[in-house]
C-alpha cells in the first residue's frame, strides 16, 4: 500500500479517465500532491480520495465545474446545505419536465399506434366531438411557403415541450362562408389544437363548438382536400345534412414521423346539421 501513486494508477483506482484528472488539474478542481519538474509527471495520494470522491458525486447530482468550486469554497456546514438544497429544486424541476414529456412521447405513440390501424379511407363516418380550442392567426395560406411561415409562428406561440412531432394537432380550416361561395382552398386556414393555453395570446385562440360532424380519412397530402371535400359534401346533402360550421381537416400522420407520401394521413371533420 503505497501513498504517492502515478496518475494512471490513481485515475484506474477512482475510475476516472487521466484526461479528467488532468483538466481537474488545469483548472484548479483537483491538483495532485507533487509534479515532478524533470518529467511534468503528476503524482496523487490516497489521502486525497474524499475530495475527489466528493467531485466524482456532486458532477453525478448535475453540478457544473463552477458550482463544484463555489462548493469548495470555504466549505461549511450551511453553505453545503444550501447548495444542496438550490440543486435538489433544479433536479423537481428536471423531472417534472420529464415527466411531461414522458406523458407527451406516451401520447403520440398511442396516437400513431391507433391511426396506422385505420383502413377504411374515403369513407363517411358520423362522429359526436366534444369542444375544442384551437389557435390560429386566420392568415390565408396558398402555397408552401405561406405554409411554414405560418406553421412556424404558431410553433413559436406553443410554450411546450415536444408539442407537434408525431401528434394530431395540426390542421387546416375552411371557413363555411367561403364553403358557400365554391372556394374550397383559396382561403385556408392553418391552426393548431392547444392542451396548454399559458402564455398565448387569447386574442389568437378560438372554440370549435361541439356537434356532429361528418368525417372521412384520405391519404396523400395537406392539399387534396378539395376532391375529397366535394365528395362528401355531395353526399351528405343527399342524406338530408347541411354543412353549419367552419369545415376542418386533422393531419394525422405527416411529414414529422415519414418521408412516405404514401403514408400520409388525414382526416375530413365537417360539421353538421338536418335541413
Sequence with gaps: MKNKLSIGEYSKLRNVTTETLRHYDRIGLFKPIK???????RYYSILQDEKLGTIKE??????????????FNNRNLKQSIDILKDKQDELRKKIKELQKLEESISGKIKHLEYISQVSDFEKIIVKEIEEREIITFDKPIKDKIDLNYTFLELENALKEISPLVGSNRIGTMIKQ???????YTESIILFLFIKDKENI???????????????????????DMEV?????????????YEVCGDILQIVQIDISVTDKREEGLFEIQIPIKRY
Design 35 to 41: 509534479v515532478d519538474p524533470e518529467t511534468g509527471y
Design 58 to 71: 456532486l458532477r453525478q447530482l448535475g453540478m457544473s465545474i463552477d458550482e463544484i468550486k463555489k462548493y
Design 177 to 183: 362562408k367561403d364553403i358557400k361561395k365554391n372556394k
Design 201 to 223: 395570446d387569447e386574442s389568437h385562440i378560438k372554440k370549435i363548438k361541439k356537434g356532429t360532424y361528418a368525417c372521412m380519412y384520405h391519404k396523400g397530402s395537406i392539399w
Design 228 to 240: 375529397y371535400l366535394r365528395k362528401m359534401i355531395a353526399s351528405i346533402e343527399q342524406k338530408g
